[in-house]
T-cell receptor
Framework: KQEVTQIPAALSVPEGENLVLNCSFT??????LQWFRQDPGKGLTSLLL?????REQTSGRLNASLDKSSGRSTLYIAASQPGDSATYLC??????????????FGTGTSLTVIP | DGGITQSPKYLFRKEGQNVTLSCEQN?????MYWYRQDPGQGLRLIYY???????QKGDIAEGYSVSREKKESFPLTVTSAQKNPTAFYLC??????????????FGPGTRLTVT
């Protein structure tokens, strides 16, 4: 079964700093990987979706990379702002799902950007 | 505006009572999902449906039931058989082309407390 790990569980950085969030997964046979943002008590907001054939995706100050062979993805946030404070989750969809197209989620990294 | 709505936002029930959580989407998505989120754990799949009148169990379906009578709606019933029902419940949807699903979109969630 696919296992997804996000380290660190929590991260605090000063405003303006560039930062990298990490996501690792145990089975490299994935269909795609999705990064989400979750604010306290809220649902998940999709940030970026990377297909297995892609190496990276960019949206504004966010850049997500994917290295399937090593089972890793990173989310790069440039020039962090206090509004970026949230929990960031990654999720992978296996290439051959045994329960039908579900994503497997990591437990997230809680980011605090200090003004 | 297109999106996913979940109601209510907060729900309180006494132990032994069944309760139904609502999930509606107007994105014209075929696939819909129910996840459960507990503190310190990743999202876990309860049930999913790829087409009307069809649904499949996820990893933690025991004590839950669903129906999919309409494309837009995927209600989740938490029965008295669910041993630890207090949690944050998230509904999601995605397109499902050729049996494969794509980017998932989430609703705002329902926080269920059972005492």
């Amino acid at each position: 079964k696919q296992e997804v790990t996000q380290i660190p569980a929590a991260l605090s950085v000063p405003e303006g700093e560039n930062l990298v969030l990490n996501c690792s997964f145990t089975d490299s046979a994935i269909y795609n990987l999705q990064w989400f943002r979750q604010d306290p008590g809220k649902g998940l907001t999709s940030l970026l979706l990377i297909q297995s054939s892609q190496r990276e995706q960019t949206s504004g100050r966010l850049n997500a990379s994917l290295d399937k062979s090593s089972g890793r993805s990173t989310l790069y946030i440039a020039a962090s702002q206090p509004g970026d404070s949230a929990t960031y989750l990654c999720a992978v969809r296996p290439l051959m799902p045994n329960t039908g197209n579900q994503f497997y989620f990591g437990t997230g990294t809680s980011l605090t950007v200090i003004p | 505006d297109g999106g996913i709505t979940q109601s209510p936002k907060y729900l309180f029930r006494k132990e032994g009572q069944n309760v139904t959580l609502s999930c509606e989407q107007n994105l014209n998505h075929d696939a819909m999902y129910w996840y459960r989120q507990d503190p310190g754990q990743g999202l876990r799949l309860i049930y999913y449906s790829q087409i009307v009148n069809d649904f499949q169990k996820g990893d933690i379906a025991e004590g839950y039931s669903v129906s999919r009578e309409k494309k837009e709606s995927f209600p989740l019933t938490v029965t008295s058989a669910q041993k630890n029902p207090t949690a944050f419940y998230l509904c999601a949807s995605s397109i499902s082309a050729g049996g494969r699903s794509y980017e998932q979109y989430f609703g705002p969630g329902t926080r269920l407390t059972v005492t």
